[in-house]
Each structure stands twice: as structure tokens, then as C-alpha cells.
């Protein structure tokens, strides 16, 4: 038998109906995930290993050079990396103002890398800490941070000092690489107060990896960009890969030793027995005919020498060997 309903439970089936229908259930909202997107008509150069390089290597730079403003100014200062990113190259110059200063530096690499025509490297600094430090190589105290406005221009006593500065910049980013490439070099091609100009120099649709740098100088701080082109990084890493390859192959002592063992087994080495030593006057010689006897100053039964390549190695006898004369080595010689 049916189980008969309660009058509350028939109350409301008849308010759902004159409500038009049954209530739904309320479903538990979760969270709406967030998925990153990706660009598949432009995919990434750089893996998550080669940015983690960059960064190793920047964090080095960041160290270096901090003590080298610390040495230069004469006062305390603070250098950090940020990030490092890849980005496309007008991500980067779209943020840029008319006014800014770009510094375009030569990457020389070693020797047997591939030769190709290769974007700059750029460098960007802020004009707040680069002014700071210029006021400082000029004798201020560096303490009060100067009010600048967005179409500042540098004057050209101040672009002599900042060439100056940002050369200690470059000057010790080899550093910086020295745990990877060793013969990495870095030459500043020039100065440029025109960032329009940029757009015949860098492609704007060129990937680029970006390195940012906190700079604090006194009260003042300030980014430092470091934009790498993909075409010189490609080549840089191709370069770390094959050094590593192959400091592992020498790595392993064993294999190397069977291998040039293995190389040096079919080498051919000149062995000749010394029976003893005269001085012979050339008119002896002359006269000399067959059953002459030359006195070698050693008995006949004492041992011989073998040398190898003019080299005595082994001590031995002489004797025969089916009918053929023959040494038989006793010892080695001991210088």
C-alpha cells in the first residue's frame, strides 16, 4: 500500500503547482577554473630550462652588479632581477616613451658559432636612477631624488656620463656568463636618443627574451631592461648544450682511457736491443774486415738494453730463438 502524504507535504506539492512546477534543486556552484592562453599561431622559443638559465645567469649579473655601483658611486645600492619573460619586441618598444635612451650592445660570440646577421642586444634604464647616478659621478649627494618630467632630454655633458655608466654595466655582463660560456664578449655599438629609429634596426614582430632589473640607488628605484634577440639566444644555447655533452663524455675517466687505448694500439714504435758501446777511431773503421773483433767493454753474458722510440724501457738477455737472435726481457729499466 502506497504510504499516504502528510499535510504539510500536500501544501506544497499544491504551491509548486500554483507556482508552475517543482522547485529545482540548487546545485553547489564550484569555481569557474582559469585557463592561461596559448598562442599556437605564435608558440613559444623559449622551454621553461632555457628561461631558468637566463635566470641563473642574470641573478649572477644582478650581484656583480650591485658591487660595481656600490664601487662607483660610493654609496649603497640594491640590484634585483624581476623576471625574465619571453615577449615579442613591440610589446616592449610600445612602452617606451619618445625621450628614452636605448643602448644597443654587440654580442660577440666564441669562436666556430654559426654566423649570422644578428639583431642588438637593447638596454633600457630609467631616467629617475640613471640621472641619480649621473648627479652623483658629478659630486651630489645622491640623497634627494630629483623631480623629472616626461619629456626630459638628456643634455650632452649628460649622455658623455651616462655612456660611461652603462659601459660598467656592459663591461661586467660577461661575467655574469662565465658558468656557462667563458668566451662570450660584450661591445656597446651605440648610443640611441631616437627610439622611432628602433623599427629599422629590431624587427617589431622579433621574439626577444626580457630580462628586468630593480635598481635602487639612495631613495630612488628604478627598471633596468635587458632585451636579448631569439637569434642570438638559439645559438647561445646550442653552444651550452654541446660544451655540456661534452664535459659529460670526458666526465668519464674509464671510457676515455679504452679510447685512446684503443687509438694507440695500432701505433708502430721502433724497438732496437743495444748490445754495448765503443769509440772507434774512423781509420779502425776504414780498415776493418770480415772477423775483426770490436770490444764493446761488457761481458758476454751481462744484460742488454732495449729501447723504444731512443728510449731504454727494458733490460734483457740475448740469445736465439729459432735460429734468429732474440732478447729476453728480465726487468725494466730503471733510470
Known amino acids: ?10 501544501d506544497a506539492l499544491l504551491s509548486s503547482m500554483a507556482n508552475g512546477g517543482f522547485e529545482e534543486e540548487k546545485k553547489e556552484e564550484t569555481p569557474e577554473k582559469k585557463y592561461r592562453k596559448y598562442d599556437f599561431y605564435s608558440p613559444k622559443k623559449f622551454t621553461k630550462d632555457k628561461i631558468k638559465i637566463l635566470s641563473n645567469i642574470y641573478e649572477n649579473y644582478a650581484r656583480l652588479l650591485n658591487a660595481r655601483i656600490n664601487g662607483l658611486l660610493r654609496m649603497n645600492s640594491q640590484v634585483e632581477i624581476v623576471s625574465v619573460e619571453e615577449q615579442k619586441y613591440y610589446e616592449f618598444s610600445n612602452a617606451l616613451m619618445e625621450n628614452d635612451i636605448l643602448t644597443l650592445v654587440d654580442i660577440h660570440l666564441p669562436n666556430g658559432a654559426e654566423e649570422i646577421e644578428q639583431a642588438p642586444t637593447v638596454i633600457f634604464t630609467n631616467a629617475e636612477v640613471m ?57 656597446i655599438q651605440k648610443i640611441e636618443i631616437n627610439v622611432n629609429m628602433m623599427q629599422t634596426t629590431v624587427s617589431m614582430d622579433a621574439t626577444i627574451a626580457i630580462i628586468v632589473l630593480d635598481i635602487t640607488v639612495g631613495k630612488v628605484t628604478g627598471r633596468m631592461n635587458i632585451c636579448i634577440p631569439e637569434t642570438i639566444l638559439s645559438i647561445v644555447f ?31 714504435l721502433e724497438i732496437k736491443a743495444e748490445l754495448g758501446q765503443a769509440q772507434v777511431n774512423l781509420y779502425d773503421i776504414y ?18 738494453y732495449l729501447y723504444i722510440e731512443n728510449r731504454p724501457w727494458f733490460k734483457g738477455k740475448l740469445g736465439v730463438q729459432n735460429k734468429n737472435m732474440a732478447v729476453k726481457i728480465s726487468g725494466i729499466c730503471e733510470e
Request: charged residues 30%; negative net charge.
Open 238 to 268: 646550442n653552444l651550452i648544450e654541446n660544451r655540456n655533452s661534452n664535459i659529460g663524455r670526458k666526465g668519464n675517466i674509464e671510457d676515455t682511457a679504452e679510447e685512446i687505448m684503443d687509438c694507440i694500439k695500432s701505433s708502430t
Open 287 to 304: 780498415n776493418l774486415q770480415v772477423g775483426d773483433v770490436i770490444n764493446l767493454n761488457k761481458p758476454k753474458d751481462s744484460e742488454i
Open 131 to 187: 640621472l641619480l647616478m649621473i648627479d652623483r659621478m658629478l659630486g651630489a649627494s645622491g640623497d634627494e631624488p630629483a623631480n623629472i618630467s616626461l619629456d626630459y632630454k638628456y643634455t650632452d655633458l649628460e649622455l658623455a656620463l651616462y655612456r660611461d655608466i652603462i659601459s660598467h654595466f656592459v663591461r661586467i655582463m660577461k661575467d655574469g656568463w662565465l658558468n656557462y660560456l667563458d668566451d662570450m664578449s660584450f661591445e
Open 1 to 10: 500500500m502506497a504510504e499516504a502524504l502528510s499535510q504539510s507535504q500536500i
